[in-house]
């Protein structure tokens, strides 16, 4: 797993380098970063949706995953636990929608999915090791726009691709084509949302949709 601890640190190092950098940012300037970010989810986000609908097997699977996980996600209050606990830890309202703004950026994407997976079969980190060089920008400015706490999305990262790679160790590549689709769909929705309620055009509560990811790949499982 040695990609997967480098895209960690990477992302580490990131966080502490804009974390130092917002500290003596101006007010005005951070809003400006706050919208660059926004605009940037939105344009991710439809990208990804538009890129992989094409190619769907199961063109309403989307939906239904949406639905179902935003349900469960709603159930479970995700979005008010996190809300609370980061605005008691960090004093700050704005970090658990930065965190899961990163999360999804760091973990939604075909270098990061299939990284660990090359890594365990072949012993071959190349997508791991771009997709940390990648993340490494990404979490500079994340941090430098909601600070240094946005180093929990390591965690998160470190627990994806670890889940990814036991598996893969377990039963081999369970990753298939038709998955990778539809994951990329239902999270490019989720960074959309995200987009919007960083532009704080609607709050979407993206916590609680999160939950939406297991379905593609529950279905895929059963299906393949």
Excluded at 113 to 130: E, K, M, N, R, W
Excluded at 140 to 147: N, R
Aim: charged share 10%; with cysteine.
């Amino acid at each position: 797993m040695i990609g997967t601890f480098v895209n960690v640190g990477l992302i580490i190092l990131g966080s502490l380098i804009g974390g130092l950098v917002k500290k003596v940012i101006k007010e005005e300037y951070s809003q400006c970063m706050f919208t660059a970010m926004g605009i940037a989810s939105l344009g991710l986000g439809m990208n990804s949706m538009v890129q992989n609908m094409p190619n769907s097997q199961y063109p309403v699977l989307f939906i239904a995953s949406l639905a179902l996980g935003s349900l469960v996600g709603t159930i479970l209050k995700l979005d008010d636990r996190v809300g609370k606990l980061t605005a008691e830890k960090a004093g700050d309202a704005k970090l658990g929608q930065g965190i899961i703004t990163g999360a999804l950026l760091f973990c939604i994407g075909t270098l990061s999915i299939l990284g660990p997976v090359q890594s365990a079969l072949y012993d071959d980190h190349t997508f791991l090791f771009t997709n940390a060089t990648l993340d490494f920008v990404t979490s500079m400015v994340l941090a430098s726009t909601y600070g240094i706490g946005i180093m929990a999305t390591a965690a998160i990262l470190f627990c994806w691709q670890g889940s990814i790679y036991g598996l893969t160790m377990l039963v081999g590549d369970f990753i298939t084509e038709p998955m990778m689709t539809e994951l990329s769909i239902v999270g490019g929705a989720l960074i959309i949302s995200s987009g919007l309620a960083i532009l704080e055009l609607k709050n979407c509560k993206t916590l609680n949709m999160l939950p939406a990811l297991l379905v593609p790949i529950i279905w895929c499982l059963i299906v393949g």
